[in-house]
């Protein structure tokens, strides 16, 4: 059975900087597209960055692009993303996504994704 397992969220000020991290367990997803998504309070999910099975190809939502970086090590069945400058707004749960597709628009959508998981809370107080 696989699992995803996030891990780094926290409360921080507006203006820090927090990593995230996904470890996977179950089996390697090193040919697998991961990405990271959330979902705020009252809102409906969307994506955040995504990275290739290779880490060559990177994706990001354009409310983070310049803030935030994805990257994953495959030895570690893990994938990370780099929160910095963080604002009030980024206040959600982050979620940690795998799939086989390759990182186009399907996967941005996050439907059908193979596997989650469960989340963690990131707060960015004003």
């Known amino acids: 059975q696989v699992q995803l397992v996030e891990s780094g969220g926290g409360l921080v000020q507006a203006g820090g900087s927090l990593r995230l991290s996904c470890v996977a367990s179950g089996r390697t997803l090193s040919s697998y597209t991961m990405g990271w998504f959330r979902r705020a309070p009252g809102k409906e999910r969307e994506f955040v960055a995504g990275i290739s099975w290779s880490g060559r190809y990177t994706r990001y939502a354009d409310s983070v692009k310049g803030r935030f970086t994805i990257s994953r090590n495959n030895a570690k069945n893990t994938v990370y993303l780099e929160m910095n400058s963080l604002k009030p707004e980024d206040t959600a749960v982050y979620y940690c996504?795998?799939?086989?597709?390759?990182?186009?628009?399907?996967?941005?959508?996050?439907?059908?994704?193979?596997?989650w998981g469960k989340g963690t809370l990131v707060t960015v107080s004003s």
């Open positions: 996504g795998a799939d086989p597709r390759p990182l186009n628009s399907d996967f941005i959508r996050g439907d059908g994704m193979d596997y």
